[in-house]
Every structure is written in C-alpha cells, then in structure tokens.
C-alpha cells in the first residue's frame, strides 16, 4: 500500500505570494492532518479534515487555509506568505478522525522557503 | 488542556550504550501518549504509543517506554544504542477518549557517537 505522498517536496516563494500544498492520504484514510514544523517552534497543528469537513484547527492566521476533496486528497494554502513561513509542512492520514486513538501516518513534508 | 517537554533538545550517547530520552507530560484528563521517530529529509514514524493497559510499551527497533502516571512521565529507552538510532525524536500526547488534535514536544535531536 502507498504512503502518505506530498507535493511539491521544496518550494521557494518570495514574501507576498502565496502557495498551494498537496496531500494523498493513504487509500482509504479519510482523515488528514497538517503540520509545520520549525526549529524554534518544532511541530505545530494547522488543522484536521475528515469527510471533507474541518474538524480541527490550530493557532495559525487565516493566511491559513485548506480543503479536502471528496477522494480525502487534501490542499492547503498560505496567502500572502511571510518570512516566517518558511517551514516543512507536514501531512498525516489516519483512518478515523482524530490523532489520538487512530495512528497518524506522517509523509515526507514539503519544504517551503520563503525569500 | 495538554502539554508535552522534553528534557533536552540534543543527547549524545556511545553505540552500545543505553538511550534514555525523557519526555514529561500534562494533561487533563487521561492521556494518550506517543514517541515519534524522524530521520533527515522524512516524516515522522511512530515508534509507540500507550492507549490504556499495559504501562510498558515496547515498539519497534528495540525501543520502549514506560507510562508513570505519578510522575506524568513517559521516558523513551533502548538498552543497546546502534548507528542508526541517530535521528529527532518527538513525544506527544492527546486527550483519551475524545477526538482531538496531538500535541508534540519541541523534540530531542539523538546523536550516536562511535
């Protein structure tokens, strides 16, 4: 069975742009996480789709968005981007909802760098 | 609310050597606890988790933890370090019992010394 595959690995943006991110879960997960991870603040929750709906969401601006298609593929979106965006954004799948009972399976992340 | 330190972000120990990395934890109510493991340019992997039973967990390349609730501690260790032990590693914790997000520690940088 495939793993959790991200795209684009690397990316560079310059401030005022903005980007998008890409996520397939693993077949038949319908739950999907984001993460940033940095070294100052290590990881830190974005939010959670599950069955298309956002069923979670961290502290993070409104600059902060995402989408799950209806094949559980998930997007997300960083408008107007910062220097401080620049990050590796993870994403995980797991069966159910929630990353406590159901195992979250981590993909490589994209690196996003931010000039 | 949850909260997850670890006690040092980078531990140095010898190949053969025991690893202990300390993870400490507050919760509200009962936990779910977890140690996560990532190598450069990876994501994460878990290594373990304790939902309820047994407070030993073991999991996998040799590592466990054990659940002391008294001390709200969840101590990751490996008796016999090896090469490819070198990597991050994170503890996180999410409320048991409810559909809510993980919250992971800063993480605790291993490196294995020859």
């Known amino acids: 069975k495939a793993g959790v595959t991200q795209t684009p690995r690397y990316l560079i943006k310059t401030r005022g742009q903005q980007v998008t991110l890409s996520c397939s879960p693993i077949?038949?997960?319908?739950?999907v996480s984001w993460y940033q991870q940095t070294p100052g603040q290590g990881l830190q929750f974005l939010f959670e789709y599950f069955s298309e709906t956002q069923r979670n969401k961290g502290n993070f601006p409104g600059r902060f968005s995402g989408r799950q298609f209806s094949n559980s593929r998930s997007e997300m979106n960083v408008s107007t981007l910062e220097l401080g965006d620049s990050a590796l954004y993870l994403c995980a799948s797991s069966l159910g909802q929630g990353g406590g009972f159901n195992e979250q399976f981590f993909g490589p992340g994209t690196r996003l760098t931010v000039l | 609310a949850q909260s997850v330190t670890q006690l040092g972000s980078h531990v140095s120990v010898s190949e053969g050597a025991l690893v202990l990395l300390r993870c400490n934890y507050s919760?509200?109510?009962?936990?779910?606890l977890f140690w996560y493991v990532q190598y450069p340019n990876q994501g994460l992997q878990l290594l373990l988790k304790?939902?309820?039973?047994?407070?030993l967990v073991k999991g996998i390349n040799g590592f466990e933890a054990e659940f002391k609730k008294s001390e709200t501690s969840f101590h990751l260790t490996k008796p016999s370090a090896h090469m490819s032990d070198a990597a991050e590693y994170f503890c996180?914790?999410?409320?048991?019992?409810?559909?809510?997000?993980?919250?992971f520690g800063k993480g605790t940088r291993l490196h294995i010394l020859p």
């Open positions: 996180a914790v999410s409320p048991m019992g409810r559909d809510d997000k993980i919250i």
């Open positions: 919760s509200s109510v009962p936990p779910y």
């Open positions: 077949s038949g997960h319908r739950s």
């Open positions: 304790y939902t309820t039973g047994a407070t």
